[in-house]
């Protein structure tokens, strides 16, 4: 498997999207994290986000050290 860091600016989901479309990437990979129900409400879900906006497949990873 072939990966590359990149630094991104602005909203993070459009930003990562727009990056993957430009890139003709074959996954995008996002990170969970162990947040709670109402914080993830208020705050919002970026991996949920991106799964819902990309067009194309995207792997969330779980937090290290185990589950929510």
């Known amino acids: 498997v072939e990966a590359e860091p990149h630094t991104l600016h602005g909203p993070v989901v459009r930003s990562v999207l727009l ?3 430009h890139r003709d990437a074959d996954l995008v990979v ?3 994290t162990t947040r709670g129900p109402v914080a993830s409400r208020l705050l919002g879900n970026t991996p949920i986000e991106m799964i819902r906006r990309a067009r ?4 969330v990873r779980p937090p290290a050290g185990g589950s929510n």
């Open 30 to 32: 996002a990170g969970a």
């Open 56 to 59: 194309r497949p995207v792997l």
């Open 19 to 21: 990056f993957a479309e």
